[in-house]
């Protein structure tokens, strides 16, 4: 009797460490599973917006300063600020321009370097007929990016990593080391893009944060000065042309509720244009201020249904993306709302002016002080009323002025934010 107590208890005991064992099993599972399910759950929304950003290879969330200039101070003339628009860029731009020395030199003229020590995370060719080039992420962690476009050549060991990255039937992203003040590739015969990305800023000015997912850096755009050592920062400041505060430029201006800033055509899902490929502007308008003369408003569009009396660039006919100023410079979108109601905006060329000189300026010297110059000759009228908080109706008539015009027909457009 008792030999058969024993051997149930020893039985029992048995089944009790099985039943332990499994539930451990279970415990490890659902936390491996959940670690594989999101390996990135104990990063900030920072850091893991880095990592989405970087094809997760950032690392950490130090912030070390840009020391070094991609250009050499006698190898540019100017930077250009945030918040140009032209041609294809309607709305403000995210990036802003090294002009180099010698605007029309042969390609691959100027060297361009990295900044600081970095990694670079993304390289993308441009690949056009008779020419490629290229587009650099540099992260110096996951919360601090920089990158640069339109360069024309890649130096030999970016070239070759680049290269060993896409060999083989597994493409992987680049992940390249560099230091500060290493050379990258070469520039010339069109400016240098840069721009600064802080995941840890995100542009309240942006209405509808998700319009910009199809360009997720946007909303993360950064002030370059607050990111540099203060060598490089009197550097840069000596070659900075904007003097209206933020001197390094503006991208956001939407107001809820208010006409100034972006919008999209209805339905297209926002920045991207519902999937369009290359024609994304077409669906793009901005109500906003010019870059280097904020007190100046640009009327902006993907498609003006007419043509202009000025030359723009090589492209000739309708349904272009152009960017006007306004007749009489008012009323301010700032101030344009539902009460409101119908506004004619007077659609002009828009130039700038060298305050000192009086003259035109010629985009391609360092001038301080420009001010916008507005034609008195009228291209077309913009018909502009706010319908509800977050929705713009728009209607363009070339070559007409306000007096012929009554009010919208059937072309009206609504767009929305």
């Excluded at 990295?114 to 007929?129: F, G, H, T, Y």
């Amino acid at each position: 009797m008792v030999v058969k107590n024993k051997k149930i208890f020893w039985i029992l005991n048995c089944l009790i460490f099985l039943l332990i064992l499994l539930l451990l099993y279970f415990v490890v599972l659902k936390s491996t599973q959940k670690h594989t399910d999101n390996p990135f759950s104990s990063l900030s929304k920072a850091e893991k917006d880095g990592k989405q950003l970087s094809n997760g290879q950032c690392q950490g969330k130090e912030k070390r300063k840009l020391g070094t200039l991609p250009m050499r101070m006698e190898d540019f003339v100017f930077i250009l600020p945030y918040g140009l628009m032209v041609g294809d860029h309607v709305t403000p731009i995210d990036h802003q321009y090294f002009s180099p020395t010698v605007f029309n030199s042969p390609r691959d003229t100027y060297e361009v370097r990295a900044m600081a020590d970095s990694i670079i995370v993304e390289l993308q060719p441009r690949v056009k007929p008779e020419y490629t080039e290229y587009r650099f992420v540099f992260s110096i962690s996951c919360t601090l990016f920089y990158y640069y476009d339109l360069v024309t050549s890649l130096a030999p060991d970016v070239r070759k990593a680049y290269e060993e990255a896409r060999s083989g039937s597994f493409k992987k992203p680049i992940n390249f080391p560099v230091k500060a003040g290493q050379l990258v590739g070469r520039i010339g015969g069109q400016t240098l893009d840069f721009a600064v990305w802080d995941m840890d800023i995100n542009l309240e000015s942006f209405i509808v944060p998700e319009h910009y997912i199809g360009e997720r850096w946007k909303i993360h755009t950064a002030d370059p000065l607050n990111y540099y050592t203060d060598d490089l920062k009197n550097k840069v400041l000596s070659k900075y042309i904007r003097t209206a505060d933020p001197i390094s430029g503006k991208i956001d201006y939407d107001i809820d509720g208010k006409a100034v800033g972006n919008w999209f055509k209805e339905g297209t899902g926002g920045y991207n244009g519902g999937g369009v490929g290359l024609d994304y502007h077409k669906t793009h308008l901005s109500l906003s201020y010019n870059y280097l003369d904020p007190n100046g408003i640009v009327f902006s569009i993907g498609e003006y249904p007419g043509t202009v009396s000025w030359t723009i660039g090589n492209k000739k006919g309708s349904n272009l993306p152009l960017q006007f100023g306004v007749k009489g410079n008012a009323p301010d979108p700032k101030d344009i709302a539902i009460s409101s109601g119908l506004v004619k905006y007077e659609l002009v060329q828009q130039n700038m002016i060298n305050t000192k000189t009086g003259e035109f300026w010629d985009y391609k010297s360092f001038v301080r002080g420009l001010n916008i110059k507005n034609s008195d000759r009228v291209e077309g009228v913009a018909l502009v009323q706010m319908i509800d908080k977050r929705k713009l109706k728009v209607e363009i008539f070339p070559g007409k002025t306000a007096s012929q015009i009554e009010g919208f027909d059937s072309q009206a457009t609504i767009y929305e934010r």
